[in-house]
């Protein structure tokens, strides 16, 4: 296990499994917040990590009732998955898991308060239905509000984790009236913050994140507000990024780093994501910084 990750040279791992994130955020007093969660350590995958609130597709998520039980996905999602039926699957998964996660559900037709929420999430837990999610919005006359997320960004875990998922990003301006918690079990704890913030505490090792985690919260960082960071990510590039793990010697010895499409040691030549062009392990974390060398 190296910094969160059970990642090693070599290693060819399984194959990704599909799974969706959802980026919330929302203004506030200060600008741009996001919501993030932090995994409970037990967790096998990134334990103790701060995150969004996202997982692996269900085969519930694609269900066909939900075509008239959700609003359709924005045009521009198109390019993450391939064809209408596995896009919206994706929308319900991130939607679904934000909602078992976070407590934040994004509904069309109508308003859920944050306690509204929270007991249906617990309702949920409680009988384990699949079809739970879906007999509640039908009761409300509500869909989800598959419409109000915009893509974001493809991830896909190194071939050298023991684990992979094929993750789509999608970002989603906040619910009115609904604050966000955590489940006390898959998550133990969870804050609204500007992304600077989030970024200045793993500088200072008080928080640990995922090379996918920190390169978002970069970009985030950059928009003052939600208005500006919708309108920063249309025509966003939604080819994957997949890292690869190489071996990195520079002035401080040798470690390990994961590289980004774009670098010198990928084999796609072409920037796929802004910023630096490599995680550099550094002790337990995986700190941004370019290949050796290499001019940005």
Do not use: Y
Request: aromatic share 6%; with cysteine.
């Amino acid at each position: 296990m190296t910094a969160g990750l059970d990642i090693e040279i070599g290693r060819r791992g399984p194959p990704p499994r599909d799974a969706a994130t959802l980026i919330v955020v929302r203004d506030g007093a200060s600008g741009l917040e996001v919501f993030c969660v932090e995994r409970a350590k037990q967790s096998r995958f990134l334990g103790g990590a701060i995150v969004f609130p996202g997982g692996k597709l269900d085969a519930s998520d694609r269900d066909p009732s939900w075509a008239s039980r959700s609003t359709p996905m924005a045009a521009s999602a198109a390019p993450m998955a391939d064809g209408d039926d596995m896009l919206r699957g994706l929308g319900v998964a991130a939607c679904r898991e934000a909602l078992e996660e976070a407590a934040i559900l994004p509904v069309a037709g109508g308003a859920l308060a944050h306690a509204e929420v929270l007991a249906l999430r617990e309702r949920i837990a409680a009988g384990g239905a699949s079809g739970e999610l879906l007999a509640f919005l039908e009761s409300r006359g509500l869909a989800l509000d598959l419409a109000g997320l915009r893509p974001f960004a493809r991830w896909v875990t190194p071939e050298a984790e023991s684990r992979r998922f094929d993750a789509r990003f999608f970002l989603a301006s906040a619910p009115p009236g609904q604050d966000g918690a955590h489940d006390d079990f898959e998550t133990k704890a969870s804050f609204w913050a500007p992304p600077a913030n989030v970024l200045a505490r793993f500088d200072t090792g008080d928080v640990a994140l995922a090379p996918p985690t920190h390169r978002t919260l970069e970009m985030l960082a950059a928009w003052p507000d939600v208005g500006a960071a919708m309108r920063g990510i249309e025509g966003a590039c939604l080819d994957v990024v997949c890292p690869r793990l190489v071996k990195h010697v520079d002035a401080r010895g040798e470690t390990l780093a994961l590289a980004l499409p774009g670098d010198p040691d990928h084999d796609v030549a072409a920037r796929r994501v802004p910023g630096a062009t490599r995680f550099v392990l550094r002790g337990e974390r995986w700190c941004p910084e370019d290949a050796p060398g290499a001019k940005r």
